[in-house]
């Protein structure tokens, strides 16, 4: 794991210092996709808060298993989250923010659930190949031929895998088309599932579009800065991490769409709401509190 120091001084933010990384390449990777846009954050909390005072580690890695500042929480961590890079380098997302959408622009939409995305996620002893791991059993289940006609889901960008993984994968039927960001906006409803961590920019943009969210439960229960105010049934539809509910949901969206439509509309108001100087404000105030009580550690 790469970690950074940092403190927070009555001068501003300093003494930040690369203290541990596996090699050069991946730090310079990490510095500059990740680190790059999180440091000018930072500084703006502290120069909105002169108040901020203390030292912390910053982890910069999709995912961490220690205490400190992390883009992804890990239940029962004295973790503090702060928005992702991707979120950063947005401005908030600031260029996909639509206007309120309408029931009747959201029911002019095609009514199959929508997903594309990569072929990203973490094996393990128990999940050992790639047909384990989430978005693989996602589209297994949506691949189904008596439910095929619902979904309109695959992968779309084979990362992570090696050759033997990446024929197998071409051959299985699960890669479709790339699309735009915006094929999103064709859709009433998308599915936001884990790649290697939460997917970050997933939800955002699609609650932006005005979709209605099917939220795969997270495998290892990770979540975001946001999701204390994130509420099932209110802002998205749960599913279960084991996605035996997917189908029936899928049909449910199909049958309720003023409900549906609804949750849609509360997520993209959600989602509007949370531009850069608003999570400024909000996330300076929680780390006067977190540093209060946890001072860095050497871990």
């Not at 959408?101 to 996620?121: M, Y």
């Not at 189908?247 to 969206?253: D, G, L, M």
Request: charged share 25%; aromatic share 14%.
């Amino acid at each position: 794991m790469d970690r950074v120091l940092i403190e927070f001084t009555e001068d501003g933010l300093s003494n930040v210092l690369p203290l541990k990384y596996d090699s050069e390449e991946r730090f310079s990777f990490y510095l500059l996709q990740y680190w790059q846009v999180t440091a000018p954050f930072l500084l703006r909390l502290r120069n909105r808060f002169p108040n901020i005072r203390g030292k912390v580690f910053m982890w910069i890695d999709d995912v961490c298993r220690q205490p400190g500042l992390v883009y992804t929480l890990t239940p029962g961590l004295d973790q503090f989250g702060i928005p992702d890079p991707y979120y950063l380098r947005s401005n908030g997302y600031e260029s996909t923010r639509r206007d309120e959408i309408t029931f009747e622009a959201w029911q002019q939409r095609g009514e199959q659930i929508f997903w594309r995305g990569s072929s990203t996620g973490y094996r393990t002893k128990e999940n050992p190949t790639w047909r384990d791991l989430p978005r693989f059993k996602l589209c297994a289940i949506t691949h189904e031929r008596t439910v095929s006609h619902l979904f309109d889901i695959g992968v779309s960008n084979i990362v992570q895998m090696d050759s033997l993984d990446a024929a197998e994968i071409n051959a299985s039927g699960f890669v479709l088309d790339k699309v735009p960001q915006d094929r999103f906006e064709a859709y009433r409803a998308t599915v936001d599932i884990d790649g290697n961590a939460n997917s970050w920019d997933g939800p955002f943009k699609k609650l932006q579009f005005g979709n209605t969210l099917l939220k795969v439960n997270s495998e290892y229960n990770y979540s975001q800065w946001f999701y204390p105010r994130f509420v099932p049934w209110k802002h998205y539809i749960p599913i279960e991490a084991s996605m035996e509910d997917l189908v029936e949901k899928a049909h449910w969206v199909r049958k309720n769409p003023v409900d549906a439509f609804e949750i849609a509309l509360n997520g993209q108001r959600f989602a509007n709401e949370l531009t850069y100087e608003n999570v400024l404000e909000e996330r300076g105030n929680a780390l006067i509190e977190y540093l209060s009580r946890a001072p860095c550690r050497d871990v």
